[in-house]
């Protein structure tokens, strides 16, 4: 199948989840981070603001600092900026998503590469760290630069056996779901 299908395929999958399911495996998966040796050890994590049916980590905000995408029109591509509160300091924006209030400071290239562990959306990932986003390239840009471990989070519903791989697509360390913890091979 072409990306698109499988694009396709995928988010159907996920859509077909109920909101009680949904909310189950939400906390399973916040659990199943926290169980992640990388996320124990780090003091500040980029998450990503849930469109309201990726997994949704807001559980883990206050566990260690919490840094969100913000879009920036002028680079076509997002900056990492910390949040402390959702209700003050997140707005709608671009695509409609949560994202930090444009006053708020963004983190500096260099912390955001060597500092940050990422807890990264997918449309799909492959136990073996494959990764298929949205199809803007958004997030392989982003996580070109970083250092420390990347993972892919996403529903049991989400993994798949095999997805096709571009050369600039950048694949994750670790898939999280509700159900499974993969440690993908480099």
Do not use: W
Request: hydrophobic share 40%; with cysteine.
């Amino acid at each position: 199948m072409e990306k698109r299908e499988l694009r396709k395929h995928y988010l159907a999958r996920r859509a077909a989840l109920s909101p009680e399911e949904r909310l189950r495996a939400d906390a399973a998966i916040c659990r199943n981070i926290r169980r992640l040796a990388c996320y124990q050890a780090a003091d500040c994590i980029a998450a990503y603001a849930s469109d309201g049916r990726e997994p949704d980590l807001f559980g883990l905000l206050g566990e260690k600092r919490f840094f969100l995408p913000r879009y920036v029109a002028a680079d076509a591509g997002y900056e990492l900026v910390e949040i402390h509160d959702v209700a003050r300091d997140l707005v709608r924006a671009k695509f409609g998503l949560l994202e930090p209030r444009p006053e708020r400071p963004a983190a500096t290239p260099e912390f955001a590469a060597n500092r940050l562990l990422y807890l990264t959306p997918a449309v799909a990932c492959t136990p073996s760290g494959i990764r298929l986003g949205r199809g803007g390239g958004f997030y392989d840009r982003m996580l070109a630069a970083a250092r420390g471990p990347v993972i892919g989070v996403i529903y049991a519903c989400q993994l798949a056996n095999d997805l096709p791989r571009e050369e600039h697509d950048r694949n994750v360390d670790v898939v999280v779901t509700e159900q499974d913890i993969y440690l993908c091979e480099k």
